[in-house]
């Protein structure tokens, strides 16, 4: 009776152990990292690309198109344990409700989400590469595949290109919401195909090619930034994801490889061959939707949203602006008088300026357009369309954008400075919301007159390609 009761206990606490360890996976990098070192832990001597091949099994990811450049036969891969093998299934298997919840992503500590098919799938080919930089497949697996679903013309489809979405917890995300209708090829996924090429070809170097799988993801999504933030940073962490994609890739020779991936599915579906005057309507449209896919993941800032950070809502009805703007003008913040470094950080500074902005101030929202941290992402205030508080008299008719910290005496980050100056100054022209001939004008948060003894004003007066600064 004893030894029947002793092995009743020992099944009890193996399900219980196999439960609990199944319920402390959420939906975060670190949680799928986690999951990941215990596929590596069940075999020590194994290598990333047998890891690899063993989560793709367990996410049922092997369709032709990527046998075709995989190789593939993951008959002889082994299983993983049930409750493991769940959990990479549905933390990889990607798929967009009815509900416009979409499946198959993680938020990453950078604040952003990324799907995590496309950026396996691209570490994968980059693993098998013979030669460092000709990664056979990596632009078709990681993200022309899902390009050319999406730019293609189709007069049921009113969206090419995302949206992004929020997170229901952020400290244990379980379930991720579109903001707007989704399209055949969302933010995430964008996300997860740039770090997929950027990874890909990192690791198709031999030199560099990782020990182990985890190590690789750790160290590009959970590098914690130290005083000068970005300024020096290491090249391959995800902050840098835009920039690095940025560097490597040319458009119209991604154009091509979506073109080539529409060709190749046709042709592994036993389609006869597109003709040649077939081919070039398809580059000509690929081409124009590349244009949307430019200006919203290249010229672009990364912009984390609202729900994200945690904003409370607008009080009454917002003011909508009347597009073009003809000026930005540039603050920073006195209260916080740090610079942030992390999301985290960042979202609480936000947070806290918001609360100030309608409670002490009596405002309807925080007051700026967007907010620029250090951490490397801007995050959106009232946004393009809604009206701010930020300049006295020039509400109406300019985008108010602010850094967090102070910086009368000192200069904020050179990367933070670029993501205004540059990209998010670009975006703007390119999107039409602002035009091109436009003037900066420097200020402190908590007062709406310029401080020319700034440090931060006088470096404005040196961004020559906007203008003079207006006193």
Same mark, same amino acid.
């Given at each position: 009776?004893?030894?029947?009761?002793?092995?009743?206990?020992? *099944?009890?606490?193996?399900?219980?152990?196999?439960?609990?360890?199944?319920?402390?996976?959420?939906?975060?990098?670190?949680?799928?990292?986690?999951?990941?070192?215990? @596929?590596?832990?069940?075999?020590?001597?194994?290598?990333?690309? &047998?890891?690899?091949?063993?989560?793709?099994?367990?996410?049922?990811?092997?369709?032709?198109?990527?046998?075709?450049?995989?190789?593939?036969?993951?008959?002889?891969?082994?299983?993983?344990?049930?409750?493991?093998?769940?959990?990479?299934?549905?933390? @990889?298997?990607?798929? %967009?409700?009815?509900?416009?919840?979409?499946?198959?992503?993680?938020?990453?500590?950078? +604040?952003?989400?990324?799907?995590?098919?496309?950026?396996?799938?691209?570490?994968?080919?980059?693993?098998?590469?013979?030669?460092?930089?000709?990664?056979?497949?990596?632009?078709?697996?990681?993200?022309?595949?899902?390009?050319?679903?999406?730019?293609?013309?189709?007069?049921?489809?009113?969206?090419?290109? +995302?949206?992004?979405?929020?997170?229901?917890?952020?400290?244990?995300?379980? %379930?991720?919401?579109?903001?707007?209708?989704?399209?055949?090829?969302?933010?995430?996924? %964008?996300?997860? #195909?740039?770090?997929?090429?950027?990874?890909?070809?990192? @690791?198709?170097?031999?030199?560099?090619?990782?020990?182990?799988?985890?190590?690789?993801?750790?160290?590009?999504?959970?590098?914690?930034?130290?005083?000068?933030?970005?300024?020096?940073?290491?090249?391959?962490?995800?902050?840098?994801?835009?920039?690095?994609?940025?560097?490597?890739?040319?458009?119209?020779?991604?154009?091509?490889?979506?073109?080539?991936? @529409?060709?190749?599915?046709?042709?592994?579906?036993?389609?006869?061959?597109?003709?040649?005057?077939?081919?070039?309507?398809?580059?000509?449209?690929?081409?124009?939707?590349?244009?949307?896919?430019?200006?919203?993941?290249?010229?672009?800032?990364?912009?984390?949203?609202?729900?994200?950070?945690?904003?409370?809502?607008?009080?009454?009805?917002?003011?909508?602006?009347?597009?073009?703007?003809?000026?930005?003008?540039?603050?920073?913040?006195?209260?916080?008088?740090?610079?942030?470094?992390?999301?985290?950080?960042?979202?609480?500074?936000?947070?806290?300026?918001?609360?100030?902005?309608?409670?002490?101030?009596?405002?309807?929202?925080?007051?700026?357009?967007?907010?620029?941290?250090?951490?490397?992402?801007?995050?959106?205030?009232?946004?393009?369309?809604?009206?701010?508080?930020?300049?006295?008299?020039?509400?109406? *008719?300019?985008? #108010? *954008?602010?850094?967090?910290?102070?910086?009368?005496?000192?200069?904020?980050?050179?990367? &933070?400075?670029?993501?205004?100056?540059?990209?998010?100054?670009?975006?703007?022209?390119?999107?039409?919301?602002?035009?091109?001939?436009?003037?900066?004008?420097?200020?402190?948060?908590?007062?709406?007159?310029?401080?020319? +003894?700034?440090?931060?004003?006088?470096?404005?007066?040196?961004?020559?390609?906007?203008?003079?600064?207006?006193?």
């Amino acid at each position: 009776m004893d030894r029947v009761c002793w092995k009743l206990s020992l *099944v009890f606490l193996v399900l219980l152990v196999s439960t609990c360890v199944e319920a402390s996976f959420s939906y975060r990098m670190e949680d799928f990292i986690s999951a990941i070192k215990q @596929v590596e832990d069940e075999d020590p001597g194994s290598e990333p690309l &047998a890891v690899l091949k063993r989560l793709r099994r367990a996410a049922e990811v092997n369709d032709p198109f990527i046998q075709y450049f995989l190789f593939s036969d993951l008959s002889g891969v082994p299983e993983l344990a049930a409750n493991l093998s769940d959990y990479i299934r549905k933390a @990889v298997h990607h798929r %967009v409700t009815e509900d416009a919840k979409e499946e198959g992503v993680v938020l990453t500590p950078d +604040g952003t989400t990324v799907a995590l098919r496309p950026l396996l799938l691209g570490i994968e080919a980059g693993l098998l590469a013979k030669t460092r930089g000709r990664v056979r497949g990596l632009y078709l697996l990681a993200l022309a595949r899902d390009l050319g679903l999406s730019l293609r013309q189709s007069p049921t489809v009113t969206r090419r290109l +995302g949206p992004d979405g929020c997170w229901d917890n952020l400290s244990s995300p379980q %379930v991720f919401t579109l903001s707007d209708s989704p399209s055949l090829l969302t933010t995430a996924q %964008v996300n997860g #195909g740039m770090d997929g090429v950027v990874l890909g070809l990192e @690791v198709s170097d031999k030199s560099r090619r990782p020990l182990k799988l985890s190590s690789l993801l750790t160290e590009y999504y959970c590098h914690q930034l130290e005083g000068k933030g970005l300024d020096t940073a290491p090249r391959l962490i995800s902050r840098r994801r835009r920039e690095n994609f940025r560097q490597l890739v040319v458009p119209l020779l991604l154009a091509r490889q979506v073109v080539k991936s @529409v060709q190749l599915q046709q042709s592994l579906t036993g389609q006869s061959d597109m003709e040649r005057k077939e081919k070039k309507v398809l580059m000509r449209e690929v081409k124009e939707g590349m244009k949307e896919f430019v200006h919203m993941y290249m010229d672009c800032p990364p912009i984390v949203p609202r729900c994200m950070w945690g904003a409370k809502p607008y009080i009454g009805t917002p003011t909508n602006l009347s597009l073009p703007l003809s000026f930005m003008f540039i603050h920073h913040t006195s209260t916080p008088s740090k610079p942030c470094l992390t999301f985290e950080q960042c979202s609480a500074d936000m947070r806290s300026m918001q609360r100030f902005h309608q409670e002490d101030r009596g405002w309807d929202d925080i007051g700026y357009s967007f907010v620029a941290g250090s951490d490397g992402n801007i995050y959106e205030g009232r946004g393009w369309y809604w009206q701010g508080a930020h300049t006295l008299g020039y509400n109406s *008719v300019g985008y #108010g *954008v602010s850094f967090i910290g102070d910086y009368s005496s000192i200069l904020p980050s050179q990367h &933070a400075m670029e993501l205004v100056r540059d990209q998010l100054a670009s975006c703007a022209i390119i999107g039409g919301r602002l035009i091109p001939t436009f003037t900066l004008r420097g200020h402190r948060q908590m007062v709406n007159t310029a401080c020319p +003894g700034d440090a931060l004003y006088s470096e404005i007066k040196t961004w020559k390609h906007f203008g003079d600064v207006q006193k």
